[in-house]
């Protein structure tokens, strides 16, 4: 029976199983395979998902992310923070790290942090609001607050991509079976590679409140890509500014939609809470 170290880290309850691989061999462990085992509520770790952090030539590090059921996620925000913190923590005190991904090369700086607790900001990119990018399956360019129709019931959604898929729907309240809607939507045949869908509450223009259903995990707490989804999707539609503060249950994340460069910033809480030994079955 094989073993491997693990670290466990939440961000605002979105929780991450990490395996730091930078300078080891990774090609006997098949990630798809481990990932549901590992990531299993009752009879693994339990996690959202899984954190593969590797050697890069053109970064600081690589990161791979794995859904908890096995499938491979472009980009995760939270992901992004998790892996500068223990970047920071175990590797080099760099307040600056550059993490590689499959789609993209992104900045993280670390705001303040010790004992495993950080504040992390990370760039996620420009959005894409056309809709062959994101993908979804349309025939206009654009899908911003229009309706579509699935499995029957019409509703009204944003698609947008910001380095993964999201859709978001603004709500007046969260009165209804939300969770079931997510993953309906997630698995509509619009979106190719299925997609994460946010609910978001507006309280005001610098505030909005979110519950996510992301795609390969369910509801998970929080989700970066997904507040910084509904922002964009909000600055667009007119309903925010462009700096605002997103309510999850276990506290906030702040995007920054930056008139500059058009990056998406996020900002929050990361906080390592475990750390040990996961015997892989043969």
Request: with cysteine.
């Amino acid at each position: 029976m094989k073993k491997i170290r693990f670290l466990k880290y939440h961000a605002l309850g979105n929780d991450f199983i990490v395996l730091d691989l930078i300078g080891r061999r990774t090609a006997a462990l098949d990630f798809e395979k481990l990932a549901p085992a590992i990531c299993h509520r009752r009879t693994g770790i339990g996690g959202d998902g899984i954190l593969v952090l590797m050697s890069s030539r053109r970064a600081d590090l690589r990161l791979e992310l794995y859904n908890a059921d096995g499938s491979w996620a472009e980009k995760s925000g939270n992901g992004l923070r998790i892996a500068a913190a223990c970047y920071h923590r175990y590797h080099k005190k760099n307040r600056r790290i550059e993490i590689e991904t499959e789609v993209a090369t992104e900045s993280a700086r670390i705001i303040s942090g010790r004992s495993g607790n950080y504040r992390i900001r990370v760039s996620l990119g420009q959005p894409e609001f056309q809709t062959n990018k994101i993908p979804m399956r349309s025939k206009q360019k654009y899908h911003i607050n229009a309706p579509v129709k699935i499995d029957g019931v019409e509703i009204v959604l944003t698609a947008l991509s910001v380095g993964n898929p999201h859709a978001v729907i603004y709500v007046d309240s969260f009165d209804f079976d939300w969770p079931f809607l997510g993953e309906v939507i997630e698995h509509s045949r619009i979106f190719p590679r299925r997609t994460n869908v946010e609910f978001a509450k507006i309280k005001s223009r610098s505030e909005i409140v979110l519950n996510d259903w992301e795609r390969g995990a369910g509801a998970t707490g929080s989700s970066g890509t997904g507040a910084a989804a509904a922002v964009a999707a909000g600055v667009v539609n007119g309903y925010v500014n462009r700096r605002v503060r997103v309510q999850f249950p276990l506290g906030e994340l702040v995007i920054d939609w930056s008139d500059d460069d058009n990056r998406l910033y996020l900002t929050g809480p990361v906080e390592e809470i475990a750390d040990g030994e996961y015997r892989i079955a043969d």
